[in-house]
């Protein structure tokens, strides 16, 4: 039987790209979809979600937008990637959209999915938590109807990836745009799969990798995410703070093959007050969460890369 999986993703390139690769998995089915503008820009982030789906699925997924809005917005260089994916030409081809779009805002869209399934659903969530925290305040009675959130967010190391005036670094972008969510998210009883910046920094974009899709760009999937990729620059001498990860794409690889990834469990709470707002920390008598802390990175760029060339 296949998996029930929702996404809530936030429109930037990794987020389109993991959408892509989850609609080639054989083993999970897709219940919908919603996009809230935080690492991104929204009308963008849906219609080109629409176009993803309709381009490389044969499945109906109905996409929603969310409401939600945070108080420490992502730079804009890099939410701009949203409008260059959704203009990319192999998504424009047919010069229609036709996957539905639901007048539900995405924390209520979400809510109706997971009650619609008889089966338990898993939930990725590849931007902030805002959404869930929100269904979670309006139908606490979804807990049960939740498989696992598996989210990409957080660090527990000394060093995140906010580099923001009247910030200390310690918080993974994520958990620093909507803290509060994040702590609200941490009070339910979820089971929950971080994958944080632990695993992701060993999944860095580099110029191998973009030359290994290059060769293989027969295979129009692979290519597409060839084309998605060419926004970010690469890591080459030193990580600077436009460097690019393979963070959400990690996150859903471990969705289709979990055994991708090493998971240790943690007792974690996060800060909400500035100037760490949005670090995650351990603590004793905290909240218990499974952290990926390790990839086998060569399996992985393997794993994507042969989804990509069912398209
Ligand atoms: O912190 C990682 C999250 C992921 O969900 N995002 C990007 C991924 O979609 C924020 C982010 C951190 N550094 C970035 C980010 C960068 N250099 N460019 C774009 N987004
Ligand atoms: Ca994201």
Redesign the pocket.
């Known amino acids: 039987m296949k998996k029930k999986v929702y996404f809530n993703h936030?429109a930037?390139i990794?987020?389109l790209v993991s959408l892509f690769l989850l609609l080639q998995m054989d083993d999970v089915e897709l219940t919908g979809v919603s996009v809230i503008p935080a690492?991104g820009y929204l009308e963008p982030g849906i219609s080109a979600s629409r176009k993803i789906i309709d381009r490389f699925s044969n499945q109906r997924v109905e996409v929603a937008r969310s409401t939600s809005r945070g108080m420490y917005p992502?730079p804009k260089e890099?939410r701009m990637h949203t409008f260059f994916v959704d203009a990319l030409p192999i998504l424009n081809e047919s010069g229609q959209m036709k996957a539905p779009v639901s007048n539900q805002p995405a924390h209520r869209h979400l809510i109706e999915k997971v009650r619609a399934e008889q089966e338990k659903t898993t939930l990725l969530f590849?931007?902030p938590l805002t959404d869930l925290s929100r269904a979670l305040d309006e139908a606490p009675d979804i807990e049960e109807k939740i498989e696992k959130l598996v989210w990409?967010g957080g660090t527990f190391q000394e060093v995140g990836?906010v580099q923001e005036p009247e910030h200390d670094g310690t918080a993974?972008?994520?958990a620093f745009w909507d803290p509060e969510a994040v702590a609200r998210v941490w009070k339910s009883g979820l089971t929950i799969e971080m994958v944080a910046l632990e695993s992701t920094n060993q999944v860095p974009l580099t110029i191998s990798v973009r030359n290994y899709w290059a060769s293989l760009r027969r295979y129009t999937g692979v290519d597409f995410v060839g084309q998605c990729y060419a926004a970010c620059p690469p890591l080459e001498h030193f990580e600077t703070?436009?460097?690019?990860y393979l963070?959400?794409v990690l996150t859903t690889a471990s969705v289709g093959k979990p055994d991708l990834v090493k998971m240790k469990t943690v007792c974690s709470e996060v800060e909400t007050k500035v100037p760490s707002q949005g670090r995650t920390y351990e603590t004793v008598g905290g909240r218990r969460v499974h952290v990926v802390y390790d990839v086998d990175s060569e399996a992985f760029f393997h794993y994507i890369t042969e989804l990509s060339k069912k398209q």
Request: aromatic share 24%; charged share 30%.
């Open positions: 936030d930037g990794d987020d690492d992502f890099w590849t931007g990409m990836n993974e972008w994520n703070n436009s460097t690019y963070w959400d």
